[in-house]
T-cell receptor, first 114, second 115 residues
């Protein structure tokens, strides 16, 4: 069965530091992968997505993610974190073909220290 | 300005009452979805609809009902049969391109609290 694991429930970084949020998936075929961000009490905003091609994907707000098939991972990175990046981040996997069902990870809550 | 709207933002319900959450989109998307979010958990799919007048149960449909009479609207009713309805409810939509890449876009959510 498909599944998504985000190993880190909470992460705290200092403003200006680099960030990496981990995401591991379990899926037999070619996955479609997404990262969403959620501010408190708000809906989810799409940061970036991977469907095929270049395994390094650029997104909004300076985020990028790298798809590594051998490690079943799709980690999210940002070279320099801003205080406004404090939020919850969700990784999701969608199956190829047919109805687009998304399986979400449990999320990683990011806190940013000044 | 295209997007997805959900109303109300906050909703309070007494035990035994049915309540309906509204979701409207003007993105001309064919597919619409309802998710439930609980603290410390990811999103879980309640119902989805790929086209008008058609919808399917998701992973946690018990105690919920939906309708899809118009392309732009996908209301969710939380019935009294739902044992633990207090949660944050998110509506999403997508182009619904079967067999192809498809991206879901989310509304701002409705927080339902049972008193």
């Amino acid at each position: 069965a498909q599944s998504v694991t985000q190993p880190d429930i909470h992460i705290t970084v200092s403003e200006g530091a680099s960030l990496e949020l981990r995401c591991n998936y379990s899926y037999g075929a070619t996955p479609y992968l997404f990262w969403y961000v959620q501010s408190p009490g708000q809906g989810l905003q799409l940061l970036l997505k991977y469907f095929s091609g270049d395994t390094l994907v650029q997104g909004i707000k300076g985020f990028e993610a790298e798809f590594k098939r051998s490690q079943s991972s799709f980690n999210l990175r940002k070279p320099s974190v801003h205080w406004s990046d404090a939020a919850e981040y969700f990784c999701a996997v969608g199956r190829s073909g047919g109805y687009n069902k998304l399986i979400f990870g449990a999320g990683t809550r990011l806190a940013v220290h000044p | 300005d295209g997007g997805i709207t959900q109303s109300p933002k906050y909703l309070f319900r007494k035990e035994g009452q049915n309540v309906t959450l509204s979701c409207e989109q003007n993105l001309n998307h064919d597919a619409m979805y309802w998710y439930r979010q609980d603290p410390g958990q990811g999103l879980r799919l309640i119902y989805y609809s790929q086209i008008v007048n058609d919808f399917q149960k998701g992973d946690i449909a018990e105690g919920y009902s939906v309708s899809r009479e118009k392309k732009e609207s996908f209301p969710l009713t939380v019935t009294s049969a739902q044992k633990n309805p207090t949660a944050f409810y998110l509506c999403a939509s997508s182009k619904g391109l079967a067999g192809s890449t498809d991206t879901q876009y989310f509304g701002p959510g409705t927080r339902l609290t049972v008193l």
